[in-house]
């Protein structure tokens, strides 16, 4: 191939990789990261807020499910720092699945704060549940951790993967 008939060849090459580029761009947005405990804490943390991760202690699905609520297992447990530790009631949201009823029938849930029982409720039917009762002041630490655990005694077994379910998850904490 001769120099002129390449010529424009090689011009045409060349100009696709011009491109105008601008010399700045603006800088990113600035975001918290999210680690550690929460500047404020809420006394009630719903499964599906954000922040819920920090306030699990150990026996809860790391996974949101449907954005609202995750399994816990046997004994789920969580940790709060309270703003006070008089006139405060414990509420739990949770779901008791049909298909677990199946399996294993009428259960109980044991309620503990700070290791202490709360109290034990034995629910006869599946369906979703509101759990309310306050907690004597004894019980309960002002900033510092106040922890709660929630533990069933009979969990449903999955066949799937031999994992032990409990119930399902929606929301706790102290009011």
């Not at 191939?1 to 700045?24: E, N």
């Not at 499910?65 to 509420?91: C, H, P, T, Y």
Request: charged share 20%; net charge neutral.
């Amino acid at each position: 191939m001769s120099a002129p008939r390449a010529l424009p060849a090689v011009l045409a090459v060349a100009l696709c990789g011009c491109v105008d580029i601008p010399s700045t761009y603006a800088p990113p947005v600035e975001r918290k990261p999210v680690t550690g405990w929460p500047t404020r804490s809420p006394n009630v943390i719903g499964m599906g807020d954000p922040e819920a991760q920090a306030y699990i202690a150990s026996g809860i699905s790391d996974h949101v499910e449907a954005g609202a609520w995750r399994w816990a297992f046997k004994r789920a447990e969580l940790r709060f720092i309270l703003d006070g530790a008089s006139n405060v009631k414990l509420v739990v949201d949770f779901t008791l699945p049909e298909a677990n009823f199946r399996q294993t029938g009428p259960v109980s849930l044991s309620f503990f704060v700070n290791d202490v029982l709360l109290e034990t409720v034995r629910y006869d039917q599946p369906g979703t549940k509101h759990f309310e009762k306050p907690v004597p002041a004894g019980l309960l630490r002002a900033d510092a951790y106040t922890r709660l655990a929630i533990e069933v005694d009979k969990p449903y077994r999955a066949p799937q993967d031999g994992k032990l379910l409990g119930f399902i998850l929606n929301r706790a904490g102290f009011l």
